[in-house]
């Protein structure tokens, strides 16, 4: 009975595994799931969070800095008394505490530079993150239409086939009635392989639209996704490619992005100027110490003692006496050390500098270029930026002018086919006129389809470029 239970249990889950479908998708749910899972997007959040680090660096550089120092231990041997300062040669236990401050009081505003300098990087940041971001959305929109595309070429194909067969399964009744022309026959099957190729060659670029998208949304389970209406009729684009270049500057990221990190280059430069200038600093420090072998001594009494010395008196010698305090020896306590040992200091310091092996000219000279390169590359961004968004409009523009004319050309296939087939199904005509006026409509609705969907992706980027998500 155990055994059964165990096979009709493993049967349910294989069933029921079985039966888990295939997750589908929307657009808005393959954005947000690209946007949580991009490595290329975690990459570029790194960087921001790393910029916002070294600034937040940079701005406490402006603080003062205060540190505490403390030790304690034993010395045997020859060593110096820490209370004494003498030299002794015995077992004592030693401790010292210490607080300093210092702070800049000038430096060429190097410090003041340097936090504008990472500020500017951290936003130049935060720009480049935001623009990874958008392009995420971008390409996943990009390739959603893509998979949708040949998701519907490869229905098309499918469809295709099938009217294909019902031609040839009709045609192969009359072949075996001995009613139908063989050419014709032999026409439609050879017609029917190519339909098949064209078939596995749809259903390998919609395997391959599905294979990118999952790529950029970081997953590799199977995924479906949901078709999107696609208009029948589109409307000119109205912007110029002028309005549209200048709206690309005033809000692509990287365009942003770029001007930051030029004026981020011109602090570093003003960073490195500030080696030819003296700093002033302010700085403060209190120390103590302990020594295990400081005492203090007190008064316990007084003796009288012979000095040595002698009075002569009727011929007598009489000792001198003196009377001398008696003092004990009292260890001084931790805590009482501490506080008499007490040291302070204050003062300015100025560092000047005289020569440094032409250190700050040639970090100066570096920086330069530094800032030279940074006006290059953002000049090449516009150039690209320039170039992309020009071979954009004009293919919005070459394919809106074909949607128009495949449109007129489909009207026209679609009226010839409806003639044609009349015509070959009544036996008026033979099977070649069929077969062209089939491929030829069926051409023009796969190019139709195609040319929709390369329109509306030109239109996204243009938005892209605009501004609008």
Known sequence: MRHIVIILFVLFTAKTYGQQSTPTYNLEECIDLALKQNLDLKSADLNSRIAKVSFNRSKNALLPSINGNYNIGKASGRSIDPFTNSYIDEKLTFSNAGLSLNATVFNGFRLLNQWKMEKLNWKAA???????????????????????????????????????????????????????????????????????????????????????????????????????????????????????YTRALENMAIVKAGELRLQASKKSVAVARAGFVPEVSFFANLNTNYSSLAQIFNETGSSVIETGDYVNFSGVDYPVLREEPNFAGEDISYNDQFENNLYSAVGIQVNIPIFNRFESRNRVALEKIKRE????????????????????????????????????????????????????????????????????????????????????????????????Q
Request: glycine residues 2%; negative net charge; charged residues 30%.
């Open 126 to 244: 935060e720009l480049e993150r935001e623009d990874q971001r958008l392009n995420v959305i971008l390409n996943v929109t990009l390739a959603y239409l893509q998979v949708v595309n040949t998701q519907d070429l490869y229905r098309m194909a499918k469809n295709r086939m099938q009217s294909t067969e019902d031609q040839l399964r009709r045609l192969d009744a009359m072949f075996e009635e001995e009613m139908a022309n063989p050419a014709e026959y032999r026409d439609f099957q050879g017609l029917r392989a190519a339909d098949e190729a064209n078939l596995i060659t749809a259903k390998n670029n919609y395997e391959d639209a599905l294979t990118e998208l999952k790529t950029l949304l970081n997953i590799q389970t199977e995924l479906e996704v949901v078709a999107i209406d696609i208009p029948d009729q589109f409307d000119d684009y109205e912007a110029s490619l002028e309005h549209v």
């Open 373 to 468: 390169e940074a006006d290059v590359n953002l000049n090449r961004t516009k150039l690209q930026l320039r170039s992309a968004i020009e071979q954009t409009y004009k293919d919005m523009t070459a394919a809106y002018e074909r949607y128009q004319a495949l449109q007129s050309q489909n009207e026209a296939y679609q009226r010839s086919m409806r003639i044609n087939e009349v015509r070959f199904n009544n036996g008026v005509d033979n099977s070649v006129s069929y077969i062209i006026s089939k491929n030829n409509l069926e051409d023009a609705k796969v190019s139709l389809n195609n040319v929709k969907y390369e329109y509306l992706l030109r239109l996204k980027l243009l938005d892209y470029y605009t501004g609008q």
